[in-house]
């Protein structure tokens, strides 16, 4: 593994670093073969993350004055530990820059987040056949919930649950 060069730096994104963060996702969606989901916009994100209500943390990933990478993460709460923790959506450095700790160093960073900020935990997922990204929260010691399942709303079941709660007396 090639070493982090040291003009490597994470900062959290701006308005201006929109489209590119949204190019990755891109990116992200086709290497994991979803790239059908993706049916937000750049739009979409900015109000999510700069709007009256944001909701989403964006960092960057910036090598040599270009952003190679990002994380998207949010808040959750555990109540068995009474304590907030983040939930990380995504986690992506381009192919190229691959190998080199620049993903290690942006977890690590969102790890000493969470725990300075006095958070329970960080979870996020990883798809089954993504082997070298099991392997490397593995190595880390990220433990995986085999005992979970996980369940999503989504499209027209979540708008039918919405409209069975309007219903009810």
């Known amino acids: 593994m090639e070493p982090i ?3 490597f730096k994470i900062l959290p994104a701006t ?5 590119k963060v949204y190019d990755l996702i891109v990116e ?3 290497y994991e073969k ?3 989901m993706v049916i937000g916009d750049v ?3 900015e109000k999510w993350a700069f709007g009256e209500d944001p909701v989403i943390f964006i960092n960057c990933g910036w090598l040599n004055g270009k952003i190679i990478a990002y994380s998207l993460h949010f808040r959750n709460y ?3 530990l009474c304590k907030p923790g983040i939930y990380l959506e995504d986690i992506y450095v381009q192919p190229e820059y691959r190998g080199r700790g620049y993903g290690k160093k ?4 969102l790890s000493k987040l969470c725990y300075e900020k006095g958070y329970g935990r960080m979870e996020w997922q990883v798809l089954k056949w993504n082997k070298p990204s099991i392997d490397f929260y593995e190595s880390l010691g990220a433990e995986p919930l085999n005992e979970w399942l996980q369940y999503r709303l989504v499209g027209d079941s979540l708008k039918k649950c ?3 709660f309007d219903q009810l007396k």
């Not at 308005?15 to 489209?19: E, H, L, R, S």
């Not at 942006?106 to 960073?109: A, D, E, F, H, P």
């Open 106 to 109: 942006m977890l690590l960073y």
């Open 43 to 45: 739009k979409d994100m």
């Open 162 to 164: 919405a409209e069975k």
């Open 5 to 7: 060069q040291d003009d």
């Open 34 to 36: 979803l790239k059908h």
């Open 78 to 80: 555990s109540t068995f």
């Open 28 to 30: 992200l969606a086709e």
């Open 15 to 19: 308005k201006d670093d929109m489209q």
